[in-house]
């Protein structure tokens, strides 16, 4: 993890904080951005900033100061890695209803939240038969790595997963004393708004890992780990392992899923147009369009250029 091989600082950030004019905030906060090298993806709401970004470390310093600066933002919930080169292609700074889409107007975090677990206690946590545990992320995210005796929704957005919990609450939680749930996600954000939820629904006993994955995955050894698999993120270093060290998936450019080495053998993979998870949800023109784009992309590379079409999910932790 060292600079002179991963030379680019990313950092993944929250912060949920009521901001009466955020609209404000979005040019001088990309002008930011701009003069100090840093780019991917800022979401700002009423409801407060998420995104994750990357640059120089001392364009990262700035940005986060800048950021800190903002009303209600002095204590931002940040989680630091490293990439070997810049795993985004620009700088978006954009307006949205929320910082991570529940879809639930009611559902405030200032309000009412889970308990914070710390990494280095969320192994006895889960590992107490007594605890249900819930992985809060997208099915593609799971698939790829989740910890030990976790459940997965197998929700397509996290916009599911509100109705995904309230048609097995009774299977969950069944008729007696009301069990512990802890949750999580990859940055912590996620759970935010999930461990709310349930408390909203009546569910008291609520934990969610603190700084989630990333967080986790930072801090406890490998061979003390209850985490199976990689994290997958919203970059394009596409998945992360133990000590934050870059993964070994690669991209489906026409799904933004994550592809391993045997998706990438597979009869329908064709980079750029199609993996063997979304070749069936794919009409051929469809895959005519991506193989075009993905030729405009390469030849973008070849001048040193971005391609506009080349940009990750929208959708951050």
């Known amino acids: 993890m060292d600079s002179a091989s991963l030379p680019i600082c990313v ?24 003069a100090n090298g840093v780019k991917g993806t800022l979401l700002l709401a009423h409801e ?17 100061d800048h950021i800190r600066a903002l009303p209600g933002c002095a204590e931002l919930d940040s989680k630091f890695s490293r990439a070997p080169a810049m795993p985004f292609h620009r700088m978006k700074v954009r307006l949205k209803r929320e910082i991570v889409t529940m879809g639930l107007a ?12 710390a990494p280095a206690d969320w192994n006895a946590l889960i590992a107490d038969p007594g605890t249900i545990v819930i992985d ?56 935010e708004k999930s461990t709310a939820f349930l408390k909203a629904e009546g569910v008291d006993e609520v934990y969610h890992l603190q700084g989630g994955i990333l967080k986790y995955l930072e801090e406890v050894p490998a061979e003390e780990s209850l985490w199976q698999g990689e994290c997958f993120v919203f970059d394009q270093r596409v998945s992360v392992s133990h000590g934050l060290v870059p993964g070994s998936y690669a991209l489906c450019h026409a799904c933004r ?6 998706d990438q053998a597979a009869a329908e993979f064709e980079e750029g147009a199609s993996c063997p998870a979304c070749f069936a949800e794919r009409t051929e023109e469809q895959r005519a369009g991506y193989r075009e ?25």
Request: hydrophobic letters at 40%; aromatic letters at 8%.
């Open 11 to 34: 950092a993944a950030l929250y912060r949920f904080t009521p901001f009466a004019d955020h609209a404000a905030l979005q040019a001088p906060l990309l002008a930011c951005c701009r």
């Open 48 to 64: 407060g900033i998420n995104g994750t970004i990357a640059g120089s470390d001392a364009g990262i310093a700035a940005v986060i």
């Open 106 to 117: 009611k559902i405030d975090p200032l309000a009412s939240v889970g308990t914070y677990v």
């Open 136 to 191: 809060t992320r997208n099915d593609y995210e799971v698939a790829i790595g989740t910890f030990q005796r976790a459940i997965d929704p197998q929700t397509a957005s996290f916009s599911d997963f509100p109705e995904w919990f309230r048609a097995r609450r009774e299977e969950l939680l069944g008729q007696g004393e009301t069990p512990r749930i802890a949750m999580f996600c990859t940055g912590g954000i996620r759970c």
């Open 257 to 262: 899923r994550p592809v391993s080495a045997s």
């Open 293 to 317: 784009r993905h030729r405009q992309e390469q030849l973008a590379a070849a001048r040193g250029a971005a391609h506009v079409g080349a940009v990750m999910s929208e959708e951050t932790p």
